[in-house]
């Protein structure tokens, strides 16, 4: 398929990557252990776009763990569709070296950091040193700056407008925030408006069709869906149904006076050219 970028896709697999608290509060919220993708899983899914991002995940305080090494040797077997991003907890002793030798030795394209499930403050000494060496390797970061259902996970953390201050004092750093840092869009949308080098991607938002809807308004007034990134948040949704619940976005005001989201930016989302604005390409 067709010029399509999944700019956000997990592997890794239950009691062996995810345990712990996370894995007890999937269960407690969704009734399974839904974080569990086989290698060959996620490759078969993935055929549905072209490229794809796969992330790492170093989050041990609840219980998550998904090395560096891991995504590095699974996107080696298919370079032509796989982009692999290390994931470093800030708080690790040498984090900065730990990202460097991901990058260098390993292969890895990008960072993946989650204040919430790392339990750092964005604008702390050990986040700004991380920060700094994704700036002179020259990577992307994403950021998982949103709310989750996870108990053990800081809210304080997790809001958009703390990245304000972040993208200040790294003008040139690319970065992007999953889910357009639901709930608290606006506060996202305010906040890559100001920043050349800001994106978000639409993960996971389209269970919540209303909440997106007016997620992708706010986009739209503001002037910034050219700045959104098409997104999966695999495996919490598959490729096709976050194709169609974008494209039925306006589903929730059919009959009614209200705008829509224009399908010019509904498929400009769609076919972005995510990874030249990266810099992966
Ligand atoms: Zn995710």
Redesign the pocket.
């Known amino acids: 398929m067709k010029g399509i970028v999944d700019c956000?896709t997990?592997v890794g697999l239950a009691d062996v990557h995810v345990g712990g608290e996370l894995m007890a509060d999937l269960i407690r919220c969704w009734g399974k252990p839904l974080w569990h993708v086989p290698l060959e899983q996620h490759a078969a899914d993935m055929e549905a776009v072209d490229r794809a991002i796969v992330l790492a995940f170093d989050a041990p305080d609840i219980g998550v763990q998904v090395p560096n090494e891991y995504v590095a040797a699974y996107v080696a077997q298919h370079p032509e569709r796989f982009i692999g991003f290390a994931s470093v907890d800030p708080k690790r002793p040498r984090a900065p070296y730990i990202l460097e030798d991901a990058v260098k030795r390993l292969g890895l394209r990008g960072l993946k950091i989650a204040p919430i499930y790392q339990h750092f403050d964005p604008n702390s000494a050990k986040a700004y040193a991380l920060l700094e060496a994704a700036d002179a390797l020259k990577i992307p970061v994403l950021w998982?700056q949103g709310t989750t259902f996870v108990r053990d996970a800081p809210l304080i953390h997790a809001r958009p407008v703390l990245l304000d201050e972040v993208a200040t004092r790294f003008p040139e750093l690319r970065m992007w925030v999953?889910h357009l840092g639901h709930p608290w869009y606006e506060e996202l949308v305010a906040t890559i408006r100001k920043h050349p080098h800001m994106y978000a991607d639409m993960s996971a938002l389209h269970p919540r069709p209303m909440q997106y809807y007016f997620a992708m308004m706010s986009a739209v007034e503001y002037g910034v869906t050219d700045k959104l990134f098409f997104g999966t948040?695999y495996p919490f949704t598959t490729v096709e149904g976050s194709l169609q619940g974008l494209r039925d976005i306006n589903r929730v005001v059919e009959g009614t006076g209200m705008p829509r989201v224009p399908e010019a930016v509904i498929e400009g989302i769609i076919h972005r050219n995510t990874l030249a604005l990266l810099g992966l390409v």
């Open positions: 956000h997990h998982h999953a948040d």
